[in-house]
């Protein structure tokens, strides 16, 4: 598999060789679907909490009368049919929402979506990427020079000018190549990746 190597304005200078095996799969939609839904649950706080009627503020007394009234039997106000009237079966903050994803698994998943973005000429490689200082609009400019609204940047080490500068764009996330989740790679529309952290992502997947 060939990548395109980008220079300074955005333009295919070269190309760098990637090994098929992380780079040349095969799109497997169920596969992906999988870690991206997995992914996504195993973020969850699991936080929300409802009462049954045993926690709602009600009265202990019989709405009405067993017999006689005509309407049906009623023995206490926080019963679920009633308007607040406690939960079935409420949410807990003890909920596990998570979902388990084999190693195995979630690197075919990661490689399946790196193969299609390369095929769809998304996944753009550069030699190295820094700002002069932690300045929004210098980053901004630089991107849109390169004529990229919608980027993830992935970058072999922390550059802290780079952080501070993409922390404003909305449309702009820089992470290392331990920190690229299956969610992110399918969100932003380019995938901007230095050839340090190219060689350490074949590394980390192959």
């Not at 920190?179 to 992110?184: H, K």
Request: hydrophobic share 35%; proline share 4%.
């Amino acid at each position: 598999m060939e990548l395109q190597l980008l220079n300074e304005q955005g333009q295919s200078t070269a190309s760098v060789a990637a090994p098929d095996t992380v780079f040349g799969r095969d799109y497997n939609e169920a596969l992906i679907h999988q870690i991206v839904v997995a992914y996504q649950a195993n973020a969850r706080s699991g936080n929300r909490k409802q009462k049954d009627r045993d926690e709602v503020k009600h009265s202990t007394k019989k709405p009405w009368r067993q017999k006689g009234t005509g309407r049906a039997r009623a023995g206490s106000s926080a019963s679920p049919l009633w308007r607040g009237g406690g939960r079935t079966f409420p949410n807990t903050p003890d909920e596990n929402f998570s979902h388990k994803v084999n190693k195995k698994m979630y690197r075919a998943g990661v490689c399946s979506i790196l193969s299609q973005l390369a095929r769809e000429g998304r996944l753009k490689v550069v030699e190295n990427f820094t700002v002069d200082a932690p300045k929004t609009k210098m980053l901004a400019q630089k991107l849109k020079g390169m004529g990229l609204d919608s980027v993830m940047l992935i970058t072999d080490d922390f550059n802290e000018n780079l952080y501070l500068a993409s922390r404003n764009l909305p449309n702009v996330l820089v992470v290392e190549p331990r920190e690229a989740d299956p969610v992110s790679l399918v969100y932003y529309k380019d995938i901007l990746i230095t050839k340090a952290a190219l060689a350490k992502i074949e590394e980390m997947l192959a």
